[in-house]
């Protein structure tokens, strides 16, 4: 118990107010409560607003793809680069220090396989086991405008829920099918619908025509997916425009580990969001440090 002798009156109550008042980094998540804002520095560099994010969490639905079938050689070397990991639990427990001291975004949707309609996906974490390893964020698929649009919109708001009551911010993750259309006009819906249903923040594709209307109409941040391998050169100039058109981070996976020379894109590509390298600079980094 204190000493309750020389007890001494307050005077120091001037001066500007300090400390957790100011603006927070993040586009409309001011208002969260400090455990979801917490969580979301844990993704998002405070001093810029920016994440760089290396999902490797394709196994969950595609097996052992090209660049991951041994998480502990491709992946584990790359961790001090990455500002923040999305991952199933499955690898999160068998491979990832716990001591890397990254942001982890936990893959919490999943049941279909590359073999049957990937849509068709229920939530696959309990929010029990996501607070257990100390999430920063859960991430679940929706598939607007699928035949399972309805059922993947419940598994986000089921998960908006969870989250809130214990402070696990959610990520959306845009799915689009084979045959549908990927334009400004369909990813300012699906984008749009996550935010207004709770998604703290959303993960979706860039085009090349009107992506800065996605940014602008979502009120949360959105971070582009890396999408299928292409040349780097190509993969720092779709990260570079993403982000000079609004968007708060990258989320790069097959451009990253299916690269010739990972550690030197995952580099370029953190030079890229961090440091507004051109991608004409990005890309002499990357050779630079290939050799």
Known sequence: MADLDDLREGTDFGGATAGATGAFHLKGLGGQDWGMRARLSRIFDP??????MLAFDHGYFQG???GLERLDRSIVPLI???DALMLTRGALRTTIPAESGKGIVLRASGGPSVLTDLSNEELAVSIDDAVRVDAAALAVQVFVGSENETKSIKNLTTLVDQGQATGIPVLAVTAVGRDMVRDARYFRLATRMSA???AAFVKTYYVEEGFETITSACPVPIIIAGGKKVEEKEAL???YRAMQEGAAGVDMGRNVFQS???SAMLAAV???VHENL???EAFALYEELSH
Request: zero cysteines; aromatic letters at 0%.
């Open 270 to 272: 953190r030079a890229v």
């Open 237 to 239: 100039t779709v990260a």
């Open 64 to 66: 052992p793809t090209s």
């Open 80 to 82: 001090p680069q990455a």
């Open 47 to 52: 001093a810029d607003g920016k994440t760089v």
């Open 260 to 262: 010739e020379h990972p």
């Open 196 to 198: 207004e249903l709770g």
């Open 278 to 280: 051109s991608p004409d």
